[in-house]
């Protein structure tokens, strides 16, 4: 059953979080294992109750531009009836949120994304293999001296502290339905390379997982395919890396044999002096690109294995989704407690989730892929039909709407016609460090 036909049965004297057909998405053993985690309970029923404050957060993330006690009203998140007739004070959402915690909200998206992420089917498949890809993302909090104590901010060239404290997030992602399977938040002093390496237990055999270059360490690499079954890497080459060609399998073709760092063994002492990777140099725009991967040669061309990094793109346009589409490209995020930051962020990415295995049942019924469903026109519908739902369609016409609301669907896909030539990037000047003299005069 889809998310839109769950939202269509809700009754007008009930609540968003009291319907059980809404967990057809997420079962309600998975719910209550989640509170079981709270930070604080309370034995006497409250006007918000820890479930219907878990939906809050999700609702939070999908009306980011809404005060939360409107998303209340948006959701009728109360236990006593209609949210309208129930007065919840913006104190009282603050004080359910930080009883709530952030434990529930990140048991369940990690317990969600692990089992989502692993539904396949065959043509999803690259060569039999599950595709994955890891990346980071920034997000700033709002300044306090609470938040920027905890999680700290970069440096600018002159050495001041740049005007919001950052946090650092990396994901791992299924590059064909964009579906989370694990993410990793930390303050921003914390580095990205042991952030991906407490998710790499987690892929799954018969993969093969997409890195950024920032990601390059014989220590995660190694760990990722000498650990599982038939479980590969592919990362592009550092520059002035160096090597000894050990075999040519073809032209640009080679395979690599390179020098583990004192560094990464001191820190592993179990990892060898030496370790060898296919390497495949391919030419884009007259520029070569040289990618080291664990494929082996006399299975995978180098020519499809070139051609299968670009997937690794598919994880920015995660990231472009949530801080474009769902966060309305608001640049701070909303909470102003360290431990409400987390439990954004972690209802941020399980509604996201949500938004997308919704995208992939849709693409599945019609027969397309699901890195096909436009994300923001998905995320729009979504949240256009709880605020429809608010004022209870009559359960009577449930099937009437379900059908027109399945038939307009179509609108959600991607058009594949030839894209517009392409525009390379350009590189921004930075801006100086010293003042600008407006009243001098123009260089000539």
């Known amino acids: 059953m889809s998310i839109q036909q769950l939202l269509l ?112 089917s065959p043509k999803d498949d690259w060569h039999g293999l599950q595709v994955y890809a890891v990346d980071g993302a920034l997000f700033r909090t709002p300044e306090s001296p609470e938040l920027r104590d905890h999680f700290g901010s970069g440096n600018t060239p002159t050495n001041r502290q740049t005007p919001y404290p950052m946090l650092r997030l990396v994901a791992l992602m299924n590059t064909h339905s964009h579906i989370m399977m694990d993410a990793q938040i930390s303050p921003y002093r914390r ?24 990601f390059w360490s014989a220590n995660l690499m190694l760990g990722l395919s000498q650990s599982g079954r038939n479980r590969h890497w592919l990362i592009p080459a550092r520059s002035k890396l160096v090597y000894e060609v050990i075999d040519n399998y073809g032209h640009g073709d080679q395979l690599w044999k390179m020098k583990v760092s004192p560094q990464a063994r001191k820190k592993n002492p179990n990892l060898p ?14 520029k070569a690109k040289t990618v080291l991967t664990t494929l082996p040669a006399n299975k995978y061309s180098a020519e499809k294995v070139a051609e299968l990094y670009h997937q690794r793109w598919e994880i920015e346009l995660g990231f472009r989704d949530i801080k474009s589409s769902m966060q309305a490209n608001a640049m701070t995020l909303r ?3 360290v431990e409400l930051i987390y439990q954004e962020i972690w209802g941020m990415l399980l509604a996201y989730n949500v938004i997308r295995r919704e995208a992939s049942l849709a693409a599945i019924e019609h027969k397309q892929r699901a890195c096909d469903i436009r994300f923001k026109m998905a995320c729009q519908y979504i949240a256009s039909q709880l605020i429809v739902m608010s004022k209870a369609v009559p359960v009577s016409k449930t099937g ?9 669907i179509t609108n959600l896909f991607l058009d594949r016609s030839p894209s517009r030539p392409s525009r390379p990037r350009r590189v921004k000047m930075s801006k100086t460090r010293y003042p600008v003299n407006k009243r001098a005069a123009p260089l000539k």
């Open 9 to 120: 049965n809700i009754d007008e004297l009930q609540s968003f979080s009291e319907q059980s057909l809404f967990t057809q998405h997420i079962p309600t053993e998975w719910i209550e294992s989640a509170l079981l985690l709270s930070t604080k309970t309370s034995i006497r029923r409250r006007r918000l109750p820890a479930d219907q404050v878990l939906w809050l957060v999700l609702g939070m993330a999908i009306f980011r531009n809404e005060p939360i006690e409107e998303v209340a009203q948006r959701l009728n998140i109360c236990s006593e009836g209609l949210a309208s007739e129930c007065l919840l004070a913006k104190s009282g959402l603050s004080n359910a949120r930080q009883r709530l915690g952030e434990a529930p909200i990140k048991w369940l998206f990690q317990t969600t994304g692990n089992h989502w992420a692993q539904e396949r």
């Open 335 to 337: 909470s102003k407690k």
């Open 400 to 408: 009437m709407r379900l059908k027109e609301l399945r038939s307009g």
């Open 191 to 214: 580095g990205e390379i042991p952030l991906a390496q407490s998710m790499m237990a987690k892929i799954p055999d018969n993969s093969i997982t997409l890195f950024d270059k920032g």
């Open 273 to 286: 002096e030496y370790w060898q990777a296919r390497a495949v140099t391919y030419e884009i725009s007259g």
